[in-house]
């Protein structure tokens, strides 16, 4: 079990270019989360995924967010034409869903990638 | 959606100290954890506990889901405990809200 790993950990853009961040989850975990996180605040979450559903994507800021996870597995989440307010730490969790034995939803979180937009 | 509330906002402890930390929210949850923020970022689990006691060391967590709130403990608390302590509740197993955060300063 090597965790929650996200790549890039930083990068930084000129405001108007595309980024994209990828997940990729603890291995036996089915559900994988994204959440945005600005300086002086909680994480916010964005959206989620079971296997390679998407199941709640309302929270995604705006139609210049998304997110897929094309195979159950690894997740990208893209921003595209990036404004100065995308700077933020992008968070992505995973978790077994709830139900018999130790599948309790607990959520693990990966270290980050913290976005700059110039 | 859930609110979730912590306090205090801010804590300076002299090593040594013991300190309680709150989380009030304000509907029915299934899923209630406490976490650190290192200084890079990274969210580290201290104890999922929707409900009942638990306790890791100089750590211990306390839900009392009826009354909607939890309480992080820190015993001897030590200047690597520093840093963030979110509480984060759900009621749907899909989604976590966060509080905005206790940020702890442990000094020496």
Redesign the interface.
Known sequence: DTGVSQDPRHKITKRGQNVTFRCDPISEHNRLYWYRQTLGQGPEFLTYFQNEAQLEKSRLLSDRFSAERPKGSFSTLEIQRTEQGDSAMYLCASSTPPGTGADTGELFFGEGSRLTVL | GIQ?EQSPPDLILQEGANSTLRCNFSDSV??L?W?HQNP????I?LF?IPSGTKQNGRLSATTVATERYSLLYISSSQTTDSGVY?C?A?GG?????????TMLLVSP
């Open positions: 979730v299934n899923n954890q976490f890079w970022g990274q969210l689990n999922y979110f984060a759900g197993y899909s989604t976590l809200t966060f509080g905005k955060g």
